[in-house]
């Protein structure tokens, strides 16, 4: 069980007046504008807003908003026991204006240990999709493993594990 509370409370803190993070919810997912990676992703998963309203509903979600306008949506599923699986979305401005969401999804990572019984949280990220492996990477995630043809093409299996 995520205490949603407490990650909600540490990742707002400290953020500019233009900025605020809510619970994730459908429509902010509809009102993005995507860039190609997350296209991709979308036009594969069939039903992909129920899919994401399931995740944030089995786990939590969230959504960065700046100045009034969804910036990224973002969270973690539970695996198994202990492990979890992070997924995030996000609009295609973020490389022009993306600070907060980095401080936000940074802060969340520091805190998530904290409100869940967690071991190890995992991501997948598209092989060609440098500017997202540098990101988790700077999130403090490490790539494991190629999983081949996953989704119609390569992603790293990457993961974060937190002491006992």
């Not at 092989?127 to 093409?153: D, H, I, P, Q």
Request: glycine share 6%; net charge positive; aromatic share 10%.
């Amino acid at each position: 069980m995520i205490d949603a509370s407490i990650l909600q409370d540490a990742i707002a803190r400290r953020l500019p007046a233009t900025a605020c993070v809510l619970r994730f919810k459908r429509h902010h997912a509809v009102v993005m504008r995507h860039d190609r990676f997350q296209q991709s992703i979308i036009t594969r998963i069939p039903d992909y807003l129920d899919h994401l309203e399931a995740q944030s509903a089995a786990g939590v979600g969230f959504t960065v908003l700046e100045n009034g306008r969804v910036m990224a949506i973002f969270g973690v599923t539970p695996v198994i026991p202990l492990v979890y699986e992070a997924w995030m979305l996000r609009d295609h401005a973020i490389a022009e204006r993306g600070r907060v969401t980095a401080v936000v999804s940074r802060r969340f990572f520091e805190v998530l240990p904290t409100a869940t019984a967690l071991r190890r949280c995992q991501i997948t990220v598209e092989c060609s999709n440098t500017a997202a492996l540098r990101y988790a990477k700077w999130l403090g995630f490490e790539t494991e493993g190629v999983m081949r043809a996953f989704g119609k093409t390569d992603s790293y299996m990457m993961g974060r594990i937190w002491a006992e």
